[in-house]
């Protein structure tokens, strides 16, 4: 069973010859300036390596000891090349968004306006420390008793230690600031270093800060995202920028296994792009509902086409909107009723036919919509499945171990097909959005074709994977079974080939849905 | 409680000595709410021989946490007029959320910037969706995320 391999994403291998150039890339030396076209992998090398698919993407996946690994080489780095304190380069990276290149030239420059826009002023050496001041009165409590403890950073905003306590715990629990808390005085730009902190805050809260802090450094940069599966901590690495989310639609993998898109943290939907997986989701956060409930009991004014519920009396409607009068159950006009008023039997009238067809047209782009809309649903729903598939194949196969006298890795195809199952699912969910939205042309037919295949297969897999485990012993049913698993992943890599060929050529003519 | 109350106490005592021109303390019953009035002191027309009651209320964690303000609307107190101030009383103003306050700001100091919102605006009109704000909002004040997006006014 190679079949695994066909569609798992880049995977630690894939990348690793690409992380010298990586780790350039992720100390900033792309600020502000494009960087070419993100390379898709179709490097000479990589090809005879293996065959990269073009909707594949480029990426790396970072633990929580790399990303500190990574923040701490930067710090000791601009620590020595501008011979500062560690936690005035750390403030200083983190004022210049990591971004370390710019960081160094524009010290070199004009060392003193870039330590006062990052709050670190005009300097006195020595630790921070805190001091009592005879005389002193905490402009935030009032207090002046004799003794008071007091702080005060290098600004000279002296306040008393418990109420910087207060502030620190308000902005850092309250408010999950970390790299960015200024000095409490009123237009006080300075901000609090990491030795202040130490010295001013418990234990407890200090832990927060510096899980803030490090958070704040996979935010600032555009090329790290954090995982967004619960209680993931790690963070990816990928070179798709913002602008690029036309062309492609850059599916990563978690160690932790969960697949998403990095461009906009949402499960993995391709091949459908970022814009119109968010239009759509609106679309049926919006509609689907109200659609269903709208097709069902309401009908459109014939004159202006307002949308009208009949909510009780006779069949004798005047429109709100354009005092248009028809009568309900016949759409015809009401002045040719006569006297049938609470009975209509004027269905052939030719007013009232022509109504109805124009009635009928203005369903027909509510009901494309429900058409895309429930199949989309249904994938969804089969999606919202995987976990029992996979711990019902978990015990199937155990029971066809026990049944059979299978060993442990016959059994495995189950698994495989189990794990296309799922896969391809996502993949034909996000076909509907994506065909809902796309203008009819030629290529649209090859789209929809490819569409239909994989749905077919997918389909018959999945009857057989439900069969009873005594069929499933069966050698031919196995092989069978392993055959469609292979051609649907196959299916599935076709189509998101083709899509995302035609993405990144601009090839696709989308409409707006009607 | 303490920590705000000591400090109160001391702002209190100084509003009582004195008081800028234009701001009246109206009552301070105890260290939770307090009323004071306020007037804009240039012959602005929107504002002109106006006098406008803010309702204060502290948390225990003022001044680190930011007062909340409002105007209130009384017989002869009505609510100011300001693309800003809510026809409910509720004002949008940096300084009162949690990312403009810092505290070093007090009662005073809050009083003077409001007069200074009132003095420096010309423009007759409420917020933008005012109807629909006032009534619909069931939040507090500090709770509301407000756009800051024009400084202008």
Redesign the interface.
């Known amino acids: 069973m190679d079949s695994d391999e066909d569609f798992g994403m880049s995977s630690e291998e894939d990348v690793l010859e690409d992380s010298e150039n990586d780790n350039e890339s992720a100390d900033g030396t792309d600020f502000g300036i494009d960087e070419p076209e993100p390379d898709l992998g179709y490097t000479q090398k990589e090809q005879v390596k293996k065959e990269k698919k073009t909707f594949d993407t480029t990426f790396k996946v970072y633990h929580p000891d790399d990303i500190q690994a990574q923040q701490d080489d930067l710090i000791d780095e601009v620590n020595m090349i501008l011979d500062i304190r560690k936690e005035d380069a750390a403030i200083l990276l983190r004022h210049f968004r990591w971004n370390k290149e710019r960081l160094i030239e524009d010290y070199m420059d004009r060392p003193r306006k870039v330590l006062e826009d990052a709050g670190l002023g005009p300097s006195t050496t020595g630790p921070p420390k805190l001091e009592v001041i005879r005389g002193f009165m905490c ?5 002046d008793e004799p003794g008071l403890q007091s702080f005060a950073m290098k600004c000279g905003h002296r ?1 008393c230690a ?2 910087y306590r ?2 620190l ?2 902005k850092i629990k ?2 999950g600031e970390a790299a960015r808390i200024q000095c ?3 237009g006080c730009k300075r901000i609090l270093d990491a030795k202040s902190l130490d010295l001013l805050v418990t234990s407890e809260l200090q832990n927060r800060y510096h899980e803030l802090l490090t958070r704040t450094y996979v935010e600032d940069k555009e090329q790290l995202k954090w995982c967004p599966a619960p209680d993931c901590q790690n963070a990816i690495e990928c070179g798709i920028k913002k602008k690029d989310l036309d062309r492609v639609v850059p599916t990563v993998a978690c160690d932790c296994k969960h697949r998403f898109c990095f461009g906009c943290g949402l499960a993995d939907h391709q091949p459908a792009p970022c814009d119109l997986v968010k239009k759509w989701l609106k679309k049926c956060a919006d509609d689907s509902e109200t659609a269903n409930w709208i097709s069902a009991n309401t009908k459109e004014c014939p004159k202006c086409n307002s949308t009208i519920e009949k909510n009780g009396g006779c069949n004798h409607m005047t429109c709100r909107k354009c005092k248009h009068e028809f009568c309900w159950m016949c759409m015809g006009l009401w002045s040719e009723h006569g006297t049938s008023w609470y009975n209509c039997n004027r269905f052939e009238e030719k007013s009232g036919s022509e109504a109805r067809d124009a009635q009928a047209k203005s369903r027909v782009s509510l009901e494309r919509y429900l058409h895309y809309y429930n199949r989309y649903a249904n994938h969804e729903q089969s999606a919202k499945l995987d976990k029992d598939i996979f711990t019902k194949t978990e015990k199937k196969m155990i029971s066809l171990q026990t049944a059979s006298g299978m060993s442990w890795i016959e059994v495995q195809y189950l698994n495989s097909a189990s794990h296309a199952l799922q896969t391809c699912r996502q993949t034909l969910k996000w076909t509907y959005a994506f065909a809902f939205y796309l203008k009819r042309v030629n290529l649209t037919e090859m789209f929809e074709d490819n569409q239909k295949d994989l749905e077919m297969a997918v389909e018959a897999l999945s009857e057989m994977f439900e069969k009873p485990v005594d069929e499933l012993a069966n050698p031919k049913l196995k092989v069978e079974i392993m055959d469609k698993t292979s051609y649907c992943n196959k299916r599935r890599v076709i189509l998101l080939a083709d899509t995302a060929d035609n993405l990144a050529n601009g090839a696709w003519e989308w409409s707006n849905g009607h | 409680m303490a ?1 705000a109350t ?2 109160l ?3 209190l005592k100084k509003l009582h000595e004195s008081l800028p021109p234009g701001i009246e303390l109206v009552s301070a019953e105890d260290f939770q709410d307090w009323l004071l009035d306020i007037r804009v002191l240039d012959a602005n027309p929107l504002y002109l021989n106006q006098t406008y009651r803010l309702k204060f209320k502290f948390s225990a ?1 003022y ?3 930011p007062p909340e303000v409002v105007f209130v609307n009384t017989k002869d107190r009505p609510i100011p007029m300001h693309p800003h101030i809510y026809s409910n009383g509720i004002i949008c103003l940096d300084l009162l959320g ?1 990312q403009g306050w ?4 007090n009662v005073e100091s809050i009083c003077m910037s409001l007069q200074s919102m009132l003095t420096g605006n010309s423009k007759n009109e409420r917020p933008e969706g005012d109807q629909q704000f006032v009534a619909n909002n069931r939040r507090r004040p500090r709770d509301i995320d407000f756009y800051y997006h024009d400084n202008t006014v």
Request: hydrophobic share 10%; proline share 9%.
């Open positions: 402009d935030i409590c009032c207090e306040y418990d109420c207060q502030y715990n308000q309250e408010e409490p005085q009123d | 920590f000591k400090r106490g001391k702002e964690q001044p680190i946490e949690s810092t505290p070093i700001q």
